[in-house]
């Protein structure tokens, strides 16, 4: 069942694995106006091309996924309150006019959307603390305002806790795919929702970016798909 601002696939276990998607929805709630064309609804600045997709192929028994159910440009639920981006006025180069609302309406998405999400969220890794969090995304094979081409495809990112990434970065390499460590940009720099709910209680995790022209359609999602199980189950094994 949809739970607006998120919903749940599967049923989570102790000790299983929970993928998160903070940005697998474009939807935009009644009563917000971005102000923006409705094509841009199906980019990258608003949704992370093919990861719902993919997280939905992933669930079977063991395995669920928490899925994020509002455009990042509602509210990006992988910010931390007051850090810039969170409601983007100008996204890769687009405008985004209704996301100048000022203190107070920044103020109420928080209380509609961001803290629900998260309190939710926590509740559900508290009561089944799964053995691997896998934090789910995808990146564009370049932005509009760069030029320089991203080669990998796949990324793997960690803050202090590098545990999983370790263990999976080469496992990646011996399918042969050009994997980022830490690229195509840092997760000592953009991993809020896994500092919150991996890194803060010591909980492993796994934060991957997927290039999105490897998942836009459904064979390579059905791929990705079984690649994404295949490495979390040996990730865990290795960290048991």
Not at 13 to 32: K, Q, R, W
Not at 120 to 134: C, N, Q, T, Y
């Amino acid at each position: 069942m949809k739970i607006e601002p998120y919903s749940l696939l599967g049923t989570p276990v102790e000790g299983g694995i929970l993928v998160i998607a903070d940005h697998a929805s474009n939807h935009v709630p009644e009563g917000i106006d971005l102000g923006i064309p409705a094509e841009l609804m199906n980019q990258h600045i608003a949704i992370d091309i093919g990861v719902a997709a993919v997280a939905q192929r992933t669930v079977a028994p063991g395995t669920a996924a928490w899925l994020a159910g509002i455009s990042r440009l509602v509210c990006d639920l992988n910010r931390d309150i007051g850090m810039p981006g969170m409601f983007p006025e100008v996204s890769d180069g687009y405008d985004i006019p209704g996301n100048r609302i000022g203190d107070e309406g920044r103020a109420a998405r928080v209380k509609t959307y961001f803290d629900p999400y998260h309190a939710a969220l926590e509740k559900l890794l508290a009561d089944s603390p799964p053995a691997l969090i896998v934090s789910l995304h995808s990146f564009t094979p370049g932005l509009a305002t760069c030029d320089k081409p991203r080669p990998w495809e796949i990324g793997i990112l960690y803050n202090e806790d590098d545990r999983a990434a370790r263990l999976a970065i080469p496992l990646l390499e011996a399918e042969g795919l050009t994997v980022g460590d830490q690229q195509p940009y840092s997760g000592r720099i953009l991993n809020a929702s896994m500092n919150r709910h991996a890194e803060a209680h010591g909980r492993p995790y796994l934060s991957i970016e997927i290039r999105q022209d490897q998942i836009a359609d459904e064979a390579g999602q059905a791929l990705w798909a079984e690649r994404m199980t295949r490495l979390c189950s040996a990730v865990v094994a290795r960290l048991g």
